[in-house]
């Protein structure tokens, strides 16, 4: 049971948007950054959103991130086949001392 | 360019120890924090802790009841990870992550991981 909650899988064709939210409390998202990471099959996870919603460079200006009190939102533009993969949040809990993450999210470009 | 590289794969048996070793390169080593972060077999991400590389402070996540060893050599910008008594669960991918200079705990660099396989 992660401490952040992410929908499992999502989907959308190509050329079209999705959002992935993750939801937390207080004690996490409310208070502190998130940052959200893709796992493509097979490899290590790599950062794509980091403070909330600054890209690091390389990243295309088609991922993008947002947070409204405890909850945060990846949202991807433009969808194309190499963004299947799966998409992580991750953030600081100030309760538990601890980095904590979201159960991931499975995305499928159909 | 920054790169961590890990040790390779580890098969072990139940109650043994396994240390992983994870070389940074392409950046001042203690700059940056090294996080650990470990995955299940078609799981999720875990964090299980951090070390300072600049004072070598580690710490580590509950739930691993004092099992694991986070250590440096900076002579050789590495730092390792060691689990002992090791169990069938431990069985995951083991990755090393870079925190950001922000330290608000953003992994812009990881290994390409060490899969540590615990068997009888």
């Known amino acids: 049971q992660s401490v952040l909650t992410q929908p499992p899988s999502v989907s959308a064709a190509p050329g079209q948007k999705v959002t992935i939210s993750c939801s937390g409390s207080s004690s996490n998202i409310g208070n502190n950054y998130v940052s959200w990471y893709q796992q493509l099959p097979g490899t290590a996870p790599k950062l794509l959103i980091y403070?909330?919603?600054k890209r690091p460079s390389g990243i295309p200006e088609r991922f993008s991130g947002s947070k409204s009190g405890t909850s945060a939102t990846l949202g991807i533009t433009g969808l194309q086949t190499g963004d299947e993969a799966d998409y992580y949040c991750?953030?600081?809990?100030?309760?538990?001392?601890?980095?904590?993450f979201g159960g991931g999210t499975k995305l499928t470009v159909l | 360019q920054v790169q961590l590289v890990q040790s390779g794969s580890e098969l072990k048996k139940p109650g043994a120890s396994v240390k992983v070793s994870c070389k940074a390169s392409?950046?001042?080593?203690?700059?940056?924090?090294l996080n650990w972060v470990r995955q299940a077999p078609g799981q999720g991400l875990e964090w299980m802790g951090w070390?300072?590389?600049?004072?070598?402070?580690?710490r580590y996540a509950q739930g691993f009841t004092g099992r694991l060893v986070f250590s440096l050599d900076t002579s050789v910008s590495t730092a390792y990870l060691q689990i002992s008594s090791l169990k069938p669960e431990d069985t995951a991918v083991y990755y090393c992550a870079r925190e950001t200079a922000g330290g608000t705990r953003d992994f812009d660099y990881w290994g390409q991981g060490t899969l540590v396989t615990v068997s009888s």
């Open positions: 392409g950046y001042t080593f203690t700059s940056y924090a």
């Open positions: 403070d909330n919603n």
């Open positions: 991750g953030t600081w809990d100030s309760r538990l001392s601890a980095g904590v």
């Open positions: 070390i300072n590389t600049n004072t070598g402070n580690p």
